[in-house]
């Protein structure tokens, strides 16, 4: 069983940064593509960024291109969100997951919340105005 939890989130101000980590435990965490997601109040759970087993391979929703960068530390067993000139509307608390099916994981799977076996509690980010 796989184990994520995530840290990092707080409350700033707009055009301000931070950076989320995610802990994964359990399992081998290198064979494993990590997402993030976030979930804003009253909306549906959304595809923030992911990271392939092969870190070359990202993907990111639109709406965060140019100013998210997803990395990993396999080493650490960690997955890393940094967030640059957050908005308002980056308000969200953000979860990350793994999807342990190296096999066939890919760009398309990334991007699916389905994909993914294990899930963390999430972390709240605010981005006051």
């Known amino acids: 069983q796989v184990q994520l939890v995530e840290s990092g989130g707080g409350l700033v101000q707009a055009g301000g940064s931070l950076r989320l980590s995610c802990l994964a435990s359990?399992?081998?965490?290198?064979?494993?593509?990590m997402g993030w997601f976030r979930q804003a109040p009253g909306k549906a759970r959304e595809f923030v960024a992911g990271?392939?087993?092969?870190?070359?391979?990202?993907k990111y929703t639109d709406s965060v291109k140019g100013r998210f960068t997803a990395s990993r530390d396999n080493a650490k067993n960690t997955v890393f969100l940094k967030m640059n000139s957050l908005n308002p509307k980056d308000t969200a608390v953000y979860y990350c997951?793994?999807?342990?099916?190296?096999?066939?994981?890919?760009?398309?799977?990334?991007?699916?919340?389905?994909?993914?076996?294990?899930w963390g509690q999430g972390t709240q980010v605010t981005v006051s105005s």
């Open positions: 997951a793994a999807d342990r099916k190296h096999w066939k994981a890919n760009r398309a799977t990334m991007s699916t919340a389905s994909s993914y076996d294990f």
């Open positions: 359990g399992g081998t965490f290198s064979y494993y593509t």
């Open positions: 990271i392939h087993w092969n870190p070359d391979l990202t």
